[in-house]
């Protein structure tokens, strides 16, 4: 087949055969390749064009493919304005032109972003994958898409789609918008959230119109608002010299993302030239460990716990201490009984992070605002914000930490400002649970709930 009509590409069309040449220059694939990255991309962009089809099978003409890089471009170009002034006719149309220059567009791309040197030709591509790996390696955001869509769909040979995936949510992060695509086509997981972070992109670097087709793709509707990761990082590649669009910047990104810094705290932080301060709050426990699978295993009460009482508590409060209710769960009674509960949460909590920390032992250091404080050293040493923190002997902790533990266990004031730093940390996602043989009096004032056994009886109590 072959189209000789007079194609009218939109501006979105335009980009989507851009990135399609810039990604066929760094491959150099046959035919059957060619074709499969292209209706990959037109998938991606959310496309289903008659005029995009016809723009692909112009390229694949031989005086478009003889195109191979820039130098061999400017000849042809040349070629055609060499016959224009002679009066004969242009070995191209008004549409083969059209495409070839998008072509040139393509592969100025490519040397723009640093992935490939201006007179590489492709060649099935060894050296130039080297490079872009080089490249990815050194987080160069084009580089990384580009190497995310390969090992997505294993146009070059490789396949890994978890290594894929792993790079372009990484892009989408810095507001890449082909990272954005790639994500919301290849990561299905907070698919609505990446939307948002598109819409936002999108409306701050004038490409509403490219919203508008993945809004149609995806059937979404607009957010009712932009999203402030995304707005604050638009603000800051606006603003501050250090942040490359180009090149992603982890330290930066896990600053930008946590989900226990507030905005404010974030906007002070990264707006700031302190690069110390910068990579000591970037060491601290800032993210969920949202990939960790955890299942409560119910029926180790039952193996563990007879009493019918204290079973029925216990499954209540493991279930509750991971729902919104904001109470600080203790179990008293004698030692023999501490034991046996202690042993039947771990049993039941085994596919969490589970921390013991015996109060008795804890000092003023343990306790202290700072990276140090033993909470949330745990959470940074684990990397997961989702830790149980099991407190045994709570009613034998000295007098000198009672009042500042409580805002730590207690479920409604748990933003810790660290003082060294003057940050606020969000620790309220860890949950805690006390085994004591009698409440403190120090802690009447805490939201606790109690489950006592005195003597023979089980029963509720407390506070």
Request: glycine share 4%; aromatic share 8%.
């Amino acid at each position: 087949m072959r189209y000789n009509g007079c194609m009218k590409l939109g501006l979105i069309e335009k980009q989507c055969l851009k990135t399609y040449f810039m990604c066929d220059r760094l491959c150099g694939a046959d035919k059957r390749g060619r074709k499969k990255l292209f209706d990959t991309l037109k998938d991606i962009y959310g496309l289903e064009s008659s005029e995009l089809e016809a723009a692909f099978l112009v390229s694949e003409r031989e005086n478009i493919l003889a195109a191979v890089n820039l130098e061999a471009y400017e000849r042809i170009r040349r070629l055609v304005e060499f016959s224009n002034l002679s009066g004969v006719e242009s070995p191209l149309n008004a549409d083969e032109l059209e495409v070839l220059d998008l072509k040139a567009d393509g592969m100025r791309s490519a040397i723009e972003k640093e992935l490939v040197h201006k007179d590489a030709i492709p060649a099935g591509g060894l050296s130039l994958l080297n490079r872009l790996k080089i490249r990815a390696k050194e987080e160069n955001i084009h580089a990384l898409n580009a190497m995310g869509l390969f090992l997505l769909t294993g146009i070059f040979g490789e396949k890994d789609e978890k290594a894929g995936q792993w790079m372009i949510r990484k892009t989408a992060k810095w507001n890449s918008i082909e990272g954005l695509l790639l994500t919301l086509k290849y990561y299905e997981p907070k698919r609505e959230k990446y939307l948002a972070r598109l819409y936002t992109v999108c409306y701050q670097v004038a490409e509403e119109a490219l919203w508008q087709v993945v809004r149609k793709k995806y059937n979404a509707k607009a957010p009712k608002e932009f999203d402030d990761e995304a707005l604050l990082l638009e603000k800051l590649f606006s603003a501050h010299e250090s942040f490359d669009r180009n090149k992603y910047m982890s330290t930066h990104v896990r600053i930008l993302s946590s989900t226990f810094l507030s905005l404010e705290d974030k906007k002070r932080i990264l707006f700031s030239k302190n690069t110390e301060i910068l990579s000591r709050i970037s060491d601290l426990p800032l993210h969920y460990d949202v990939e960790k699978s955890r299942v409560l295993d119910a029926q180790c009460v039952d193996q563990h716990i007879s009493d019918p009482a204290l079973n029925a508590y216990m499954k209540r409060i493991l279930a509750d201490s991971f729902d919104a209710r904001k109470i600080f769960p203790i179990i008293t009674g004698n030692q023999e009984l501490l034991k046996s509960v202690k042993a039947t949460l771990l049993d039941a909590l085994k596919t969490f992070t589970v921390e013991v920390i015996n109060a008795q032992y804890l000092n003023e250091r343990d306790l202290d605002k700072s990276a140090d404080n033993i909470f949330i050293s745990r959470i940074t040493y684990n990397k997961d914000t989702r830790t149980v923190f099991i407190i045994e002997n709570l009613d034998k902790l000295g007098n000198f930490a009672a009042a500042v533990i409580g805002e730590f266990l207690d479920p409604n004031y748990r933003k810790i400002r660290l003082a060294p730093m003057n940050v606020t940390i969000d620790i309220s996602s860890c949950r805690f649970i006390g085994l004591a043989t009698s409440v403190p009096m120090w802690m009447t004032d805490l939201p606790i709930e109690q489950f006592a056994k005195a003597s023979q009886k089980a029963g509720f109590g407390g506070e």
